[in-house]
């Protein structure tokens, strides 16, 4: 009896060797939460309001002593010095080339007033207009949606308004150019160079962003000199494909990150640019990208360590909410044109396909197919098929 029980019991574990055994696999519950979708690029920060200064008539220049980052002072800082550096000024045609440019000066004022009055009822009227949302959606009146369009439409005029009031001072500094111009072509008397030296003075408060012309030279009119503006005005430049471009709207939330701080920054969606323009990927394939411009919300503390041209990456929010049935996107899989996941059903994978919402890289809303609770196979390997055994890990 005892040969006999040692063969049947080696015949039994052979055969349990060759059993089937249930498969390990990594699985994770379907559940409700919070969800975002967003469009992820790269983008880099820009000074709104530019401006190039340039020499308002033809003369030797100075040599500009002023460097990038320095301050600079509306009405105070001495930018270049233009010096005679011929008779040309004196003679008819320069006259009244002077005087053209003088008149064309102020009706630049005239027109830039004119905007600026018009920013300014516009701003007016958004501002009212937000007031009143705003009190009919402390009634319930209103809804969210509205009370942010009103709102943006309340920051974009105020931007305008400050735009226009840069374009005025801009206009009258480059009338009081031109009249002094006019001065210098018709002096009562000339004693030496330095009472002919005309002076450009900052028409605003910022800082040089570039010096254009540094050494002492002989310039035509209109050449420029530097370019100047203020860092603390900053906005958000971002160009994505084409086809994200579509989903972005007016007011969505961009999310900066990794510009070099600890945090991430906030910011807003002004503009999506109507235009797309032809860009070379890293593979060499063209792409047609679109410029998205967003305001910057942060803190002049946290703004002041940006400046123009940084770089960052943006995530822009398209779409979101706080409860939402969503499985992990390692677990889906496609099966011809239709998603699919493997459920663990009695200790057993089962096949089900599944209808999807929105999607980011990491999850999926389930709009069918899944409910709460039940578990999902994730990175299923090729070992893995309907009705087989399975073990979660």
Known sequence: MLPIGIGVG?????????????????????????????????????????????????????????????????????LATVLPSDPDLLNPRALAEAQARVNAAQSAVKRAEASLKAAEAEMENAEGHHERVRRLHERDAATDDQLEEATLEMRTAREQHRSAEFAVEIARFEFEQAEAALLRTSPDSISDASDWAFEIISPIDGVVLRVLQESSAVLSPGTPLLELGDPRNLELEVDVLSTDAVKIQPGDTVLVKHWGGERALEGTVRLVEPSAFTKISALGVEEQRVYVIADLDASEAEAARLGDGFRFEAEIVVWESDDVLQV????????????????????????????????????????????EGEQVIIYPSDRVVDGVEVTPR
Do not use: C, Q
């Open 10 to 78: 080696l015949l039994a574990l052979i055969v349990w060797a060759y059993l089937p055994k249930p498969i390990p696999v990594d699985a994770v519950a379907v559940a409700r939460g919070p969800m975002t979708v967003t469009v992820n690029e790269d983008g880099k920060t820009r000074i709104k309001e530019r401006f190039i200064v340039s020499t308002p008539l033809s003369g030797r220049v100075r040599r500009i002593e002023l460097d990038p980052g320095d301050p600079v002072k509306a009405n105070e800082t001495l």
């Open 328 to 371: 992990p996107a390692s677990a889906l899989f496609r099966i011809g044109s239709e998603w699919s996941v493997f459920v663990i059903e009695e200790g057993r994978a089962r096949l089900r396909k599944v209808e999807l919402g929105h999607r980011n890289p990491s999850t999926a809303e389930v709009l069918d197919g899944l409910s």
